[in-house]
Each structure stands twice: as structure tokens, then as C-alpha cells.
């Protein structure tokens, strides 16, 4: 693939259940060559896998939301494991740490986070990594992670994407270097 990909929809939750079709076709129309639906939990993961499978042109990643970190159980774990290894998957994603809004613990949501990026290891998949507020501990996680990474994933190939990034310029500079590509998202349009 050479043209744009939108690395984080979440197309398949209800909101789009009345006009997912006419959304799809609208990107396709405006340009976009594929679309990569992240899920946010076991069942967002599972609804995203069926979306991929209906449709050729999106991709599925599996995941827990960092706001969904101390509802993940072991039987969840197992759940998210298993479908990662589902067809059309080509994430582990929606992942990550937020600070902002502290739904889960942070103890769970580093704990979560860390158990993910050891699957994507396992799985030589990138990851969607969500940091909202939480720069601090991120980096030396990730950073880490890399170090690991880089090796198994092959020259050129990015490690993954940071979704909500709401660090500087110069942190989005030392990520790109350990291999993440840096989203636009649609914070940069809140006032302030």
C-alpha cells in the first residue's frame, strides 16, 4: 500500500451502525486506500475483527483501552489473546496510558499496557498506543519496549503509531527516531 491509511478508526461501535456503509465509502471516495478499525476492549476487538472480514479495505487491531484497564480480567486477557491472532489483524492497539481522565488505576493501566506490548512482541505486530497526559511514564516504557522491538520488526518497518499524543515537538521527534509514527489528532483543534 502506497496511498493513505487512517490508522485509528473505531468504525465498528454502534454510533456508526446506521451509516458505517456511506462512512466507508465517503473515505474511499475522499482518498483513502484503507482503514485500521482499533478495538477498545474484548468486544470492540471482536466487532472490529468482523468489520476487517466484511470488508477488504479495513484492518483490525486488538486491545484495552487504558480507560478499560481494571476491567481486564484473566478471562479478558485470554479473550484479547486469542483474538489476536484472528485474520485481518494487523495491530495491538487501542493501547496505551491516560492520565488526563484516570478512569482506571494507573498501577492497572502500566500493568494492562505492559502485557500488550510483550503480545506485540510475541506477535511481531505494531501497536496504537494512546498517551493522553502521561508522557512521563510513557516514554521509558516505550522506549524500552524498542529496544526489543526494533530487532524482531525488520529495518523501516515503524513500530507502531501514537495516537493521542499530546507531547512537544521534541518528544514526537525522539519517537519518531525510536521508530513510531506521530498521528494528528483531533485535539489539536480544542481551544487552548
Not at 16 to 30: G, I, P, S, Y
Not at 81 to 96: K, N
Not at 142 to 164: C, D, I, K, N, Q
Request: glycine letters at 8%.
Amino acid at each position: 500500500m502506497t496511498g493513505l491509511i487512517d490508522t485509528h478508526t473505531h468504525l465498528q461501535l454502534r454510533e456508526f451502525n446506521r451509516d458505517r456503509e456511506a462512512v466507508l465509502e465517503r473515505a474511499w471516495r475522499a482518498g483513502l486506500e484503507a482503514v485500521v478499525v482499533l478495538g477498545v476492549d474484548a468486544a470492540s476487538s471482536e466487532a472490529a475483527i468482523a468489520l476487517a472480514r466484511a470488508n477488504p479495505r479495513a484492518y483490525a487491531a486488538v486491545g484495552c483501552h487504558p480507560h478499560d484497564a481494571a476491567r481486564l480480567n484473566a478471562d479478558g486477557w485470554r479473550r484479547l489473546r486469542e483474538l489476536t491472532r484472528r485474520p485481518g489483524v494487523v495491530a495491538v492497539g487501542e493501547i496505551g496510558l491516560d492520565f488526563y481522565r484516570n478512569l482506571s488505576p494507573r498501577e492497572d493501566q502500566v500493568r494492562v499496557l505492559e502485557q500488550e506490548l510483550a503480545l506485540a512482541i510475541e506477535l511481531r505486530l505494531p501497536v496504537a498506543v494512546h498517551c493522553r497526559e502521561a508522557q512521563e511514564e510513557m516514554y521509558p516504557i516505550l522506549e524500552r519496549w524498542s529496544e526489543t522491538a526494533r530487532p524482531l520488526f525488520g529495518e523501516g518497518r515503524p513500530l507502531g503509531v501514537m495516537h493521542y499524543f499530546s507531547g512537544d515537538l521534541e518528544l514526537a521527534r525522539r519517537y519518531v527516531e525510536m521508530g513510531f509514527l506521530i498521528s494528528i489528532h483531533a485535539s489539536v483543534t480544542y481551544p487552548g
